[in-house]
Each structure stands twice: as structure tokens, then as C-alpha cells.
């Protein structure tokens, strides 16, 4: 009964950590970009009472054993990189991967960040940047004359100048992909840093070598669907509840033994 009462802690425990992972899904349904997590479970150690296939003093063997298992840990949290719903926008540095890929901007210290927010604006100098700055990478330059942008579905840039009659283009915007972006690191602000685990970024072109296309005018918004993470959030709910259950009747059980008398 003692073990009874830690194993449903860790139940509790994570089921807790469960529905702070739900809970940041649901925050971010209306976050560009943004790729919802889903919790992995791991089983504890279990105490082996009767090893399975020894044989017992009549000489038989046992053909099942005793085990105990202590509980239940969260082991990791890994992120659903499958597309998100599609807005339009109209807004011509509104950009969207229809597929596999990430943007490249350059993070203050210097690192390269991915990230699939593709909401960009022209800042001061003409460099396209995102919201908070971040330079896109390889950097691309508006003149102050343009009159139009244009991004091919190859992410070619392209400006209409004033005056002239054919689009000139400026730059080219790369993307990069993983061998496992679920290796990728977050850090906020929509940013993703590789690791060991992610594999080293490999670079394309838009629309080639399984890259996805890159769409102007759009934007992709969160993965998260609210009713299934409503659905998950009641079973997690529900879970908790269960191990709660278990300590109280754990506890119930030591107060008898507890009140015996002899």
C-alpha cells in the first residue's frame, strides 16, 4: 500500500506535466506557425517478485512471473510538424512552405534560426525581417523605388521599379529542412535551434528535392485542433482523477490496518 501511494503520485505528476503541454497547445491556436506538442509516457522499474520460467522445488516451471511496476514518468514532449490551416492575407511579404522546410533569419548573437512564421515586413534599411527584427537569410534588399514585390512559388524575389516595365529580381529565399525536426529546440518567438538529434540543416530550393513550395500572400497558421486537445484535456483530467482515487484508497486501506487491535 505504501507503494501504491508513490505509484500514483507519479501518475499524478504526470498527468500535470500532461496538461501544461495541452494547455501551451491551446494558448498558440492563433500562433503563426506554431506546431503543437503531444506528451510520450515511459514505465518505472518494476520489482520482479517471481522471475518468469524458473523452476519451483516440485521441479515445475513457472510459466508467467510476479512483477511490480513503481509508476509512470513523462519521458518526452515531441512536436507535430504537420501543416497548418491556411490564411489569406493579400499582404505581399506574407509568406507560407507548402511542405517540408523552414525560413532562416539571423538571431542577434549572431546563430541562424528556423523557423515556419513567414510573417515579414521591410524594415528601415529595406532588409527583410520578421516581427521582431531577425534579419531573412540569405539577406534580401528592397529598393526605396519598388513598387511591387513579388515571390515566386521557387522563392525568387522579384520588384517592380518605377518607370520600368519588367520585374528585376533581387534575391533568392533558401529554405532548410531536418533529417529529424523533432530533434529541433525551441526557444520561443516561433524560433527553432538544431541539435545533435535534428541532424545537420540541409539547404534547397523551394519546390525541389522534396522542398515544399513557397506561396505569397498567405500564412500558415498553428496545427493545434481545439476539439481534440479538448478531447485530450479531458483524459488527462480524467487520468488524474483516477491516481488521486488510488492514493485516497491506499490511504484508507492503512487507516484498517492502522485501527486493527488484537
Known sequence: MIRALWTASSGMNAQQ???????????????????????????????????????????????SGLQIGHGVRMISSSKSYGQGDVIQTGNALDLMIEGDGFFQVMLPDGNIGYTR???????????????????????IWVPENATEIIIGTDGTVSVRIAGEQDPQEIGMIELVRFLNPEGLVNIGRNIVLPSNASGEPQYGTAGLDGFGNITQGFLEMSNVKVVEEMVNLIVAQRAYEVNSKAIQAADEMLQTANNLRR
Open 117 to 139: 512564421d513567414g510573417n515579414f515586413k521591410v524594415d528601415g534599411e529595406g532588409r527583410i525581417v520578421n516581427n521582431d527584427g531577425y534579419v531573412l537569410q540569405p539577406e
Open 17 to 63: 506535466t500532461n496538461i501544461d503541454i495541452i494547455s501551451n497547445n491551446l494558448a498558440n491556436v492563433n500562433t503563426v506557425g506554431f506546431k503543437k506538442s503531444r506528451a510520450q509516457f515511459q514505465d518505472l522499474l518494476y520489482q520482479t517478485i517471481r522471475a518468469a520460467g524458473t523452476t519451483t522445488a516440485q521441479g515445475n516451471m513457472n510459466p
